[in-house]
């Protein structure tokens, strides 16, 4: 509350906090839609438009838009499901290219220029593609050793005395139910969240320190920081990428992990 | 732009798999401790409670921590 009040006295720069990340609603008070919202529907639009648009009319000579989508597609099924799971993994290519291009799409919304906020920095998004992720790969291992085995598989390796079981079994669940897709949802959440702040406290301070601040140690600095939030925007969409690389790669190890044998 | 599927096990393929396993083995490591850390960790800080002593916390802690790292060494690091 004080800060506010100081950034309305005009007596000093505010760095950004969490507050950048929420939202009024878009079309005034009493609408329910909000930016992030709207950038994740537009961006869901757009990853589905264009793939449609790539898959329609399908020809064995491709067309331009065919063929970046199958060079796209191909990278998942390629890179991700062949190399992660292997050739039983051809089957969740759908699912796997689906989380990849949907988490950049809106992870890329970050750097967009107009767009600007990465709708992934929003929790609920990154957690309810983990919490699909884990459904996939836990039936998946339910399947194909039945509850009990599957479990027991999981908990109670062998080759241990039993009585360390009491130690190691809640340790096992844990991270497997709990952590794994803990970890998928603030590996990414947290990553664009971070980057983005950084942007704002960027271009923000550059902003003040060019026009509020002044003189020639006041334009200097901003400038510096300015020409710097461009080198951060570029290394912020190799970061936008590479987690949604990361999101995909781990769910295909996960269900890759539920398919196979112990070793 | 090579579009063709490589579905062959050429060695560079597998080296590749081998990376991408070793990638899936260190979060996996550290999910096993953190989740040691976590349980035991919460065992000893509701025993603590109970018995409003705060040593137990810390005893949680280690022991989870410890039985994390066995894990670790139990999951990843016997072979070879």
């Known amino acids: 509350m004080s800060s506010s009040v100081l950034a309305v006295e005009g007596e000093g720069f505010v760095s950004p906090g969490p507050g950048t990340f929420v939202y009024p609603p878009a079309f ?6 909000t930016k992030p919202m709207l950038i994740v529907i537009l961006g869901s639009l757009a990853v589905a438009v264009f793939f449609f648009l790539a898959a329609r009319r399908a020809a064995m000579v491709p067309g331009k838009t065919q063929f970046v989508g199958e060079s796209l597609y191909g990278f998942v099924r390629n890179s991700i499901a062949l190399e992660a799971i292997g050739k039983p993994g051809l ?13 950049a799409t809106l992870n890329i919304s970050g750097i967009l220029p107009l767009v600007q906020f990465p709708a992934t920095s929003k929790i609920a998004i990154p957690l ?7 459904v996939i790969f836990n039936v ?17 390796p062998s080759g241990i005395p ?23 949802t603030l590996r990414l959440t947290f990553n664009m969240f971070a980057g983005h702040l950084v942007l ?28 710097g939030s461009l ?11 590479l987690q949604a690389y990361v999101f995909t790669l781990l769910s295909a190890l996960y269900i890759g992990g539920a398919l196979q044998d112990e070793h | 732009m090579s579009s063709h599927a490589p579905d062959d096990s050429s060695k560079a393929e597998s080296d590749r798999a081998a990376g991408r396993e070793g990638e899936a083995d260190a979060y996996g490591a550290l999910g096993l401790v953190i989740s040691g850390v976590l349980v035991w960790g919460g065992v000893g800080f509701l025993v603590a409670e109970r018995l409003d002593n705060r040593l137990f916390v810390m005893l949680g802690l280690l022991l989870g921590m410890g039985a994390g790292l066995y894990l670790v060494w139990f999951r990843y690091g016997r072979q070879t």
């Open chain 1, 231 to 241: 080198v951060l925007t570029a290394f912020e969409g190799f970061v936008q990428l």
């Open chain 1, 28 to 33: 005034g008070e009493g609408s329910l839609v």
């Open chain 1, 91 to 103: 089957k969740y290519v759908p699912y796997l290219a689906t989380v990849f291009f949907f988490l």
């Open chain 1, 162 to 184: 039993w009585p360390v079981y009491i130690l190691l079994a809640p340790i096992e669940f844990v991270s497997t139910i709990i952590i794994r897709p803990l970890t998928l």
């Open chain 1, 200 to 227: 704002v406290l960027f271009i923000l301070g550059g902003e003040y320190l060019v026009f509020e601040y002044g003189g020639v140690v006041g334009i200097a600095a901003g400038t510096v920081a300015l020409l």
């Open chain 1, 140 to 156: 998946i291992g339910i399947k194909r050793e039945g509850l009990g085995g599957y479990f027991k598989h999981m908990m109670f």
């Open chain 1, 128 to 134: 309810f593609l983990a919490v699909i992720s884990c």
